[in-house]
């Protein structure tokens, strides 16, 4: 049985590889085409009719910004697939990220302009941000919950994201695998990059490998008017023009927006409609699992032993091969004090309001926004509070306001980042390490902080129903006992052994409280459930 399985494994994978190549050499074969080819609406690597173009839904003879040049031939006019078209287009973009050996996506505005808003003209679109509520309160839409499920599932690689919302993350996608390349409110270290700043080393090292790296890009709400990260799109989009055997043979570029943009006549596939629209379908096709718009689950507490060392740098075997003992603890409960760390772009963002800190120690002063002068400081902190409506840590950074997002604690937790953006300064660690001595247990590799959370949480209900049902009726306590370890019986074993190391560290706090009030216990003592 095992053998024809894995037969039927190398017989499909060769062939999708024979697929692949036929695809790519038909690539090769089909070079850009002028925006009066009527393939145009479609891309080079679209198959079937393209005798009808999609019909415009909103016509305009002005282009889709002034602030980006763009053919004359452009306009911010919008069109709409038909949905034969778009049925036979989401088809063959699923088909395409069957064969992609690395996917990444291109996002711009336009995935987040029914919640934020978006610079450019649309009639489908608001232009210009929305007014109403706090922006950073805003929920993640559609496209972004759609996006994180691909992500989750490995069929999405990658994420170069343009916005600085936050949402994809929101959403459920992992944030070490996003490159915010033009900053982000919820990131200290890479706040918003104004247009005159530069971009962050390592988020611009970032995007040089993934341009060399992407198999087939997807871009989606974005005019791709001009902008450096626009590479991404454009240079994939070259790489299946090229002869394979010599540095060519990607997929290509993929653009699903509204309004045609510079880059449609190199695309491979061309889909117009909204996102919010398209995507759904497409995790359809993909047998991805459609999902609700339900925001994750973060950690209920602000604290977590974290495998990186005391600079916010990841520890080099990660989260599954450090031992608690080489951890250190990232607290972020209410009044911590929190450096930002070193690499950060808050000079090079040149946001008015954050250049005091990192500037030249030669820098008497800056002139922060408001014309509040402010001295040269180097980047240190505390938390002000945990604010669930935005999902983020507020922090206060040498007299200014920052958010960090509240998925960085998870991810840290996992060992996801390869850098953190804030640390503790050191006595806010040791104070960390001796006010929740009682969880720092060893990290199965299997499960999540949220998940190591839960299982925390329901361990001492559990414990707590057996001391009070103990203390009252010795005969009701063994019967909770008996049902605490079916719950135990049924935990996979990695949360089986998360449990017994759990329980060992807090009856080893219990044990030393005993001592003290001279009434030793055991850690293995009779009353245990397990």
């Known amino acids: 049985m095992t053998n024809a399985h894995d037969w039927c494994e190398d017989a499909g994978q060769h062939v999708r590889e024979e697929e692949r190549k036929r695809l790519v050499q038909r690539l090769y074969s089909t070079k850009a085409l002028s925006h009066l080819d009527p393939r145009f609406f479609f891309g080079r690597g679209y198959q079937g009719p393209t005798d009808v173009a999609p019909p415009c839904v909103w016509e305009s003879s002005q282009t889709p910004r002034e602030d980006h040049a763009t053919p004359q031939w452009l306009t911010a006019s919008e069109f709409s697939d038909s949905p034969d078209v778009a049925a036979r287009k989401i088809a063959q973009?699923?088909?395409?990220?069957?064969?992609?050996?690395?996917t990444v996506v291109y996002s711009g505005a336009g995935i987040s302009a029914s919640v934020i808003g978006q610079a450019a003209r649309s009639g489908t679109n608001t232009q210009g941000w929305l007014k109403r509520g706090s922006l950073r309160e805003a929920r993640p839409t559609p496209t972004h919950y759609a996006l994180g499920a691909l992500?989750?599932?490995?069929?999405?690689?990658?994420?170069?994201?343009?916005n600085h919302d936050g949402l994809p993350q929101k959403a459920g996608f992992p944030q070490e695998r996003i490159n915010e390349i033009h900053g982000s409110w919820y990131d200290p270290a890479n706040p918003v990059v104004k247009y005159n700043g530069s971009l962050k080393d390592a988020e611009y090292d970032w995007l040089e490998r993934e341009i060399r790296s992407a198999d087939l890009v997807i871009a989606l709400g974005t005019s791709l008017g001009g902008l450096n990260a626009d590479r991404l799109v454009s240079e994939t989009a070259a790489r299946s023009m090229q002869r394979p055997r010599r540095g060519g043979g990607a997929l290509g570029s993929v653009i699903i927006n509204l309004q045609q943009t510079?880059?449609?006549?190199?695309?491979?596939?061309?889909?117009?409609?909204?996102?919010?629209?398209?995507?759904?379908?497409?995790l359809t096709a993909l047998g991805v699992a459609a999902v609700a718009a339900v925001p994750p689950t973060w950690p209920r507490e602000s604290c977590a032993l974290v495998p990186y060392s005391a600079d916010g740098m990841r520890l080099a075997a990660g989260a599954a091969g450090v031992a608690p003992s080489d951890m250190t603890w990232l607290d972020l409960r209410d009044g911590a004090r929190v450096?930002?760390?070193?690499?950060?772009?808050?000079?090079?963002?040149?946001?008015?309001?954050?250049?005091?800190?990192?500037?030249p120690p030669a820098v008497t002063g800056v002139v922060?926004?408001?014309?509040?002068?402010?001295?040269?400081?180097?980047?240190?902190?505390?938390?002000?509070?945990?604010?669930?409506?935005?999902?983020?840590?507020?922090?206060?950074?040498?007299g200014t306001q920052m958010h960090l997002g509240i998925w960085w604690l998870?991810?840290?937790?996992?060992?996801?980042?390869?850098?953190?953006?804030?640390?503790n300064v050191q006595e806010e660690r040791q104070a960390a390490e001796e006010a929740v001595e009682s969880a720092a247990v060893l990290r199965p590799s299997a499960l999540t902080a949220v998940r190591e959370a839960e299982l925390s949480a329901e361990w001492d209900a559990w414990a707590e129903q057996v001391a009070d049902e103990k203390a009252s009726d010795a005969k009701v306590a063994q019967g909770k006992q008996q049902l605490a370890k079916q719950w135990f019986g049924a935990l996979h074993p990695t949360e089986q052994a998360f449990v017994k190391q759990?329980?060992?560290?807090?009856?080893?706090?219990?044990?030393?409280?005993?001592?003290?009030?001279?009434?030793q216990r055991?850690?293995?003592?009779?009353?245990?459930a397990w």
């Open 339 to 359: 450096r930002i760390t070193s690499g950060h772009n808050i000079q090079g963002a040149k946001q008015p309001s954050f250049m005091h800190i990192g500037a």
């Open 151 to 162: 992500g989750r599932a490995g069929i999405v690689h990658g994420w170069v994201q343009q």
């Open 410 to 423: 998870e991810a840290a937790a996992r060992g996801g980042p390869a850098q953190l953006p804030v640390t």
């Open 93 to 102: 973009l699923a088909n395409l990220m069957r064969l992609s050996k690395h």
């Open 502 to 519: 759990l329980k060992q560290l807090k009856d080893k706090v219990k044990e030393n409280t005993a001592v003290a009030k001279g009434a």
């Open 368 to 398: 922060g926004q408001n014309g509040v002068l402010r001295r040269s400081a180097p980047g240190v902190g505390k938390v002000v509070r945990r604010d669930e409506a935005s999902e983020s840590f507020i922090l206060e950074i040498e």
């Open 522 to 528: 055991t850690r293995h003592s009779s009353d245990s």
């Open 262 to 282: 510079p880059e449609d006549g190199d695309a491979t596939l061309r889909l117009f409609g909204r996102t919010d629209d398209l995507l759904p379908p497409l």
